[in-house]
């Protein structure tokens, strides 16, 4: 039997932002499948299922949402938000670690949305990727994390070609996110023109507002939720 509750499906879901979505969206009146490698600490917020597995893994894929199909009877939202950084000189980093980490930041994205497809059209849902600034500027030694928002990007603005008018897809870019809850100086708040670090629930808000009815005109775009750091010149002195 079908769900009474619009359903979503969040990768990377146990902790951080997907976790600060999760908590929203089911404050919301959703229902949510959270999927993550890694089981969460603590208790996620009801109602959810959570799944165990790896996205970037097809066989993985086909098997989260085949178990939404005939559990929840139906999908109306996709969060992919799963991902992770290898922060290690060009010259250090393997092949294998670059394929895991567009494994899990980009091709899951292609997984996931190819499988999830027919369940979204059905409910005429949406898709929300979670890219990241790093997609427009750099740090030293992260280049396989940027090349990979970097191409959610680019497949966020084909899947919603493709998919459209039936399943909308957008992109939300984080910054600064303070997803450990840890001491920060006035300095680290002081150089964003918003006046302080990014939250999670910065990040969930957005994405409540374009899952929701409200966007229905919006489709195939980036938001960049980042206090305004991408639009400072920045210069040595």
């Not at 996709?78 to 895991?100: D, H, T, V, Y």
């Not at 929300?128 to 740090?139: D, M, N």
């Not at 030293?140 to 897809?169: F, M, Q």
Request: charged letters at 20%; glycine letters at 12%; one cysteine or more.
């Amino acid at each position: 039997m079908a769900s009474s509750q619009p359903v979503v499906l969040i990768t990377g879901g146990a902790r951080g932002i997907g976790r600060g979505i999760a908590e929203r969206l089911v404050g919301d009146g959703w229902r949510a499948v959270i999927a993550d490698r890694q089981k969460p600490v603590g208790l996620l917020p009801l109602p959810h299922r959570f799944v165990e597995g790896d996205v970037s893994d097809e066989a993985d894929v086909a098997g989260l949402v085949a178990g939404i199909a005939t559990g929840e009877g139906r999908l109306d939202a996709l969060i992919c938000n799963a991902g992770f950084m290898i922060r290690k000189p060009l010259e250090a980093l393997s092949l294998a670690e670059w394929q895991s980490v567009l494994g899990t930041n980009l091709t899951s994205t292609f997984l996931l949305a190819r499988a999830a497809a027919p369940l979204l059209r059905q409910a005429k849902g949406a898709i929300v990727t979670i890219a990241s600034t790093r997609a427009h500027q750099s740090e030293p030694n992260t280049e396989s994390y940027a090349a990979s928002k970097g191409g959610i990007l680019a497949l966020t603005h084909a899947l919603a070609v493709s998919l459209g008018p039936d399943i909308r897809v957008n992109a939300v870019s984080p910054g600064w996110i303070d997803t450990h809850g840890g001491a920060l100086s006035e300095e680290d708040h002081a150089q964003h023109p918003a006046g302080r670090v990014g939250r999670v629930e910065d990040i969930a808000s957005l994405v409540a507002w374009l899952v929701g009815p409200d966007s229905g005109f919006v489709t195939g775009s980036e938001f960049v939720v980042d206090g305004g750091m991408t639009r400072k010149m920045i210069y040595a002195e």
